[in-house]
T-cell receptor, first 111, second 114 residues
Framework: SQQGEEDPQALSIQEGENATMNCSYKTSINNLQWYRQNSGRGLVHLILIRSNEREKHSGRLRVTLDTSKKSSSLLITASRAADTASYFCATDVGGAQKLVFGQGTRLTINP | EAGVAQSPRYKIIEKRQSVAFWCNPISGHATLYWYQQILGQGPKLLIQFQNNGVVDDSQLPKDRFSAERLKGVDSTLKIQPAKLEDSAVYLC????????????FGPGTRLTVL
């Protein structure tokens, strides 16, 4: 069953703009992660936020987590063409040592 | 450090045929995962190994899918017989022991079943 749901499913913006993607989940988690997948490639781990954290930064990435709303957001600032990819949130489920991925947001950065 | 290796990268087969995928994880990584990613969806875990033992195979269609990880290093995933709905990208990932959080993914094998 699907744990994470990303929103929007697709997003197209101009280079230099900020991109925001959201993820909602259903059950309690220990942490939430974001991964990036370039076309035809494997996934790359971007950032992990623990359930007791509210915000985390990594370079141009900012992740927030609201456990009361069971939601997270990923903000990419000053987007670049190379950011064009699909972005997935992943959560552990009830403490199980495995990840469940959402459907992903397909981000397109237009030059 | 070499990444997760997978082969082949692409495979096209007829339905009811058999196919096998190979994965070589990052050296020293105890945990190995096989995921199925259908077009437009996120990866779905098929099976998880810790060394050469199965930790979770609850979503593996065991009537047609099998996987093994002999000697706790390389792994193979087999489908026999294949169905049209098995068309997907099969991703292998690995992580260090007790660190399922950060998984390192291979490039995947794109399977097309005709």
């Amino acid at each position: 069953s699907q744990q994470g749901e990303e929103d929007p499913q697709a997003l197209s913006i101009q280079e230099g703009e900020n991109a925001t993607m959201n993820c909602s989940y259903k059950t309690s988690i220990n942490n939430l992660q974001w991964y990036r997948q370039n076309s035809g490639r494997g996934l790359v781990h971007l950032i992990l936020i623990r359930s007791n954290e509210r915000e985390k930064h990594s370079g141009r990435l900012r992740v927030t987590l609201d456990t009361s709303k069971k939601s997270s957001s990923l903000l990419i600032t000053a987007s670049r063409a190379a950011d064009t990819a699909s972005y997935f949130c992943a959560t552990d489920v009830g403490g199980a040592q495995k990840l469940v991925f959402g459907q992903g947001t397909r981000l397109t950065i237009n030059p | 450090e070499a990444g997760v290796a997978q082969s082949p990268r692409y495979k096209i087969i007829e339905k009811r045929q058999s196919v096998a995928f190979w994965c070589n994880p990052i050296s020293g990584h105890a945990t190995l995962y096989w995921y199925q990613q259908i077009l437009g969806q996120g990866p779905k875990l098929l099976i998880q190994f810790q060394n050469n033992g199965v930790v979770d195979d609850s979503q593996l269609p065991k009537d047609r899918f099998s996987a093994e990880r002999l000697k706790g290093v390389d792994s193979t995933l087999k489908i026999q017989p294949a169905k049209l709905e098995d068309s997907a990208v099969y991703l292998c990932a690995s992580s260090p022991r007790d660190s399922y959080n950060e998984q390192f993914f291979g490039p995947g094998t794109r399977l097309t079943v005709l």
